[in-house]
């Protein structure tokens, strides 16, 4: 533990709003020159409404993450938790990281039960990266076929965050929670080698017409039985709440 963390923590400790400290991530397996410093404080009530702060520590970026007691309880009342939600990321959080500070036994407690808790990934959330990615391939479908330099070099640009998408969306329509690019490159890895070439193909693709053709690979992988591609007649609304099919059919015949 470097020091200017362990005296950090120490000043932490001496404060009776303080009931909960704990790192999380690479710093609480042994930090490398490379990792950042994840630290998480409990207080048994944020009046402040502080989220997080982002400093250094020992020439580390650090992020340094604030909840409360109310935080905690609210979580412990869910008997399920949305797997990409800040609860939800909270409880990976607490699961994996070293407890440092724990005067009343409260992360102890709620490492236990937190375990226990079902995580899941709506459809609604599921519908929505469909929607996204849907999106983006016909318009990158669009910009490369355009005879405009413009369109090329924005394409580049498109597919930068269009491929990140992909790689998020292809989690959730398999309900794998969203835990950073490290995380997803270890699981497919693991799992999925093919999905995974085709990433590195991505990578290391010399110019735009490769890039793309990597990119309609993944696109086309991400997808699954039940979540597809947009056919040509595609009508879809979006829309602050769930729609029926008759209101769906209304909307169109209106549109007509």
């Given amino acids: 533990m470097q020091n200017s963390l362990s005296k950090t923590i120490e000043k932490l400790k001496i ?34 409404k502080i989220k997080s702060i982002y400093t250094t520590l020992d020439n580390h970026f650090a992020d340094i993450f604030f909840f409360d007691i109310p935080f905690l309880e609210q979580i412990q009342s869910n008997q399920s938790l949305s797997a990409n939600s800040f609860k939800g990321i909270f409880v990976t959080w607490l699961a994996k990281g070293v407890i440092h500070h724990d005067p ?12 226990k808790k079902k995580m899941i990934i709506t459809d609604a959330e599921k519908q929505e990266c469909l929607v996204k990615i849907n999106y983006n391939y016909i318009a990158n479908k669009r910009y490369y076929s ?7 070099q924005a394409l580049q640009l498109r597919l930068a965050y269009s491929v990140i998408e992909l790689g998020t969306t292809y989690c959730a329509l398999r309900n794998i929670a969203w835990r950073g690019e490290k995380e997803f490159i270890v699981y497919l890895d693991k799992h999925d080698k093919k999905y995974l070439k085709t990433l590195l193909g991505y990578f290391d693709g ?38 029926n099919t008759r209101e769906k059919t209304k909307i169109r015949k209106t549109l007509e």
């Fill in 15 to 48: 404060s009776k709003q303080v009931v909960g400290i704990f790192t999380t991530g690479s710093s609480s397996t042994g930090l490398k020159p490379y990792s950042d410093i994840d630290l998480v404080i409990i207080f048994k009530k944020n009046s402040e």
């Fill in 104 to 115: 009343i036994g409260l992360l102890a407690k709620y490492k236990k039960t937190f375990s």
């Fill in 146 to 152: 355009a005879p405009n330099k413009i369109y090329s």
């Fill in 206 to 243: 010399k110019n735009l017409k490769a890039k793309s053709s990597y990119y309609e690979k993944l696109f086309t992988m991400t997808l699954t039985p039940q979540y597809k591609k947009w056919g040509k007649d595609f009508f879809i609304i979006n829309s602050a709440r769930s729609l």
